[in-house]
């Protein structure tokens, strides 16, 4: 099938709050506690521009349509969801989107599924070791069908090291692997001479070492999401499945004898949901839902913000060879960094903006070297900050002293830049559950960078949600608690 060039511009998505008497209208927050969310009403607590290129879309003609599930949002998160309910049910499946697949935030990162980062005893822990798992039977079934998960997704167990280059920080890094052991990882200390011997280009000095976690594992998330949507497609001829891409939802569709929503209006068609209709449009989950809602009798307000992100791939990168994937150990303190909270590595780049840089670094399967990453809050904007790329460069220096020797300037040329929106939320916890009120809306966002590792886990979840059955990981831990007025 040949390709087609899609050019997508994704303009930011910005209201003014609705002008309504709060004595009259309950305003709804959701406020996650364990990757669901408790939420309060009335104060009162309920229980790039880019190019992309991408195969001609599968989209039935505008009308009006019908089907069990209609998902909102095509990225890593509504995929996967989708291929869940395909592969574990008999259930039809739509999925809408403004844009196309890899337009946001998945089709921008650094496609790794790392463990070394995460913490045992954190909240998103449980959800991460099961997406964690999921990935790698995925990769297995891969194989079992006679290809390659190389080649369809772009995966390589290369490992990953979480490194430090202070004895305190070597410290914090034997703890650990202590806990990442005792949570059944195989993980490992490294000294810093045993670090030099597996990554010879890498200096943490004499007093560094590393987390190492030879399990862990990466992929390209443009050839997973491509896999993931052709499997998807199997399934249209079966009438069980549509994408519906370059149509925005303009509304949704509620019940006249119930509270229930009934499906969405798009601005090319109109889509009945009979079980449920599934928000996962990441950073644009609370613009959406907030205009979705406006005419109706609940203001819901999911406090996910956009957080902007900078990586640099430098293409066919001969003059440095990484053998695992890297992070260092500040990577972890800018994820939980706030609006209000700066880590050391922080840099004040303008007047109400704090932009964090922490070296990652991966090499992915045709030699290109992608080098992280930045998060800064500036709104839906997308475009390159020079000054970030020059900031990203100098953070990796200090790790790669070889990279002292070059330029950025000569690979202008070779030098691509992704830019993404992660969906943040506040407390750092990802909000997936049923709005009350409105038990067939499922809000499933605000994995901020780790969409893509707790993806097949969330879509799992959903699922269960819908269909009722008990979760591997407990839905019920994960839901929306109570009901709204």
């Known amino acids: 099938m040949a ?56 989209t039935a003609s505008s009308s009006t349509h019908t089907f069990d599930v209609v998902i909102i949002g095509a990225g890593i998160i509504g995929l996967t969801i989708a291929r869940q309910f395909l592969i574990g049910s008999d259930l039809s499946v739509a999925v809408v989107d403004k844009d196309v697949p890899c337009s946001g935030a998945t089709g921008a990162g650094q496609g790794y599924l790392w463990m070394v980062h995460k913490e ?19 990769a297995e079934k891969v194989r079992a069908q006679g290809l390659d998960p190389l080649q369809e997704l772009g995966w390589k167990q290369t490992g990953s090291l979480l490194v430090g280059r202070t004895a305190k920080e070597a410290a914090t890094l034997k703890k650990k692997v202590k806990k990442l ?9 490294l000294t810093s001479d045993v670090l030099r011997l597996k990554e010879p280009e890498l200096d943490v000095g004499k007093d560094g070492g590393a987390a190492f976690l030879p399990g862990d594992c990466q992929l390209d998330a443009q ?83 956009p957080r902007k992100g900078h990586l640099v791939v430098l293409e066919n990168f001969s003059s440095l060879k990484l053998n695992h994937g890297l992070m260092e150990m500040g990577y972890v303190d800018h994820l939980h960094d706030t609006v209000d909270r700066k880590s050391s590595h922080s840099v ?27 998060r800064q809050f500036t709104g839906y904007s997308t475009q390159v900050d020079e000054s970030i790329i020059n900031h990203i460069w100098k953070r990796a220096e200090e790790f790669f002293p070889k990279l002292k020797e070059l330029s950025l300037e000569d690979f202008t040329l070779d030098r691509k830049v992704r830019i993404g929106l992660r969906p943040y939320m506040l407390d750092g916890k ?28 969330t879509a799992e979840m959903v699922a269960d949600m819908v269909m009722g059955n008990p979760g591997i990981v407990d839905s019920a831990a994960f839901a929306l608690q109570g009901r709204c007025c």
């Open 120 to 138: 045992p005893e954190s909240d998103t822990w449980d959800l991460a070791m099961r997406g964690h798992k999921l990935w790698l039977m995925f």
């Open 348 to 374: 004040k780049v303008e007047e109400g903006q704090t932009l964090s840089v922490s070296m990652t670094a991966t090499m992915d399967t045709v030699g290109n070297l992608v080098l992280g990453s930045s």
């Open 430 to 457: 990802p909000v997936i559950g049923p709005v009350p009120a409105l038990m067939n809306v499922i809000i499933a966002t605000g994995h901020e960078g780790g969409g893509l590792s707790m993806a097949l886990g």
């Open 223 to 305: 050839r997973a999401v491509a896999f993931i949507q052709k499997e998807n497609r199997h399934f249209s001829s079966k009438g069980r499945y549509a994408e519906f891409f370059h149509d925005p939802v303009t509304s949704l569709l509620r019940s006249d004898s119930s509270s229930e929503v009934e499906g969405v209006r798009t601005s090319k068609n109109t889509l009945y949901s009979k079980k449920a209709v599934i928000v996962a449009a990441g950073c644009w989950s609370g613009s959406l839902v907030h205009d979705l809602f406006r005419e109706s009798d609940i203001l819901l307000n999911v406090p996910v913000k």
């Open 3 to 58: 390709s087609v060039t899609l050019h997508i511009q994704s303009p930011p998505l910005t209201h003014d709050a609705v002008s309504l008497s709060r004595n009259h209208f309950p305003v709804v927050t959701f406020k996650t506690t364990f990757l669901g969310s408790s939420l309060t009403a009335n104060g009162k607590q309920l229980s790039l521009p880019k190019t992309f290129r991408t195969q001609p879309v599968i």
């Open 181 to 189: 052991s005792e949570a059944g990882l195989r993980a490992e200390y």
